[in-house]
């Protein structure tokens, strides 16, 4: 999955579901021209296991405008943030 993500140069927007992170996951999308990325759980909690190299990541998407970031837990909350 790693080598798809990272060949995807001209890759605009990006919505991805998942139930378990994994440092790949965050280093595939390292340095990607994204605008617009949607994170969210597929079952019903987003855990992230990986905080640093998520963190990591968001600090390398130069071109990103927008963030949302999806998740159902006992309050459900789908919150989205616009970079300025």
């Not at 130069?62 to 998740?71: A, G, N, P």
């Amino acid at each position: 999955m790693s080598q798809s993500l990272s060949s995807l140069t001209h890759l605009d927007t990006l919505s991805i579901k998942f139930d378990v992170d994994s440092p790949g996951l965050w280093e595939a999308l390292h340095g990607l021209n994204i605008k617009s990325l949607s994170l969210s759980d597929k079952y019903g909690g987003l855990k992230v296991n990986y905080a640093d190299s998520m963190s990591q990541l968001l600090l390398s998407l130069t071109h990103l405008d927008t963030l949302s970031i999806c998740t159902h837990d006992e309050i459900p909350f789908c919150g989205r943030l616009s970079m300025v």
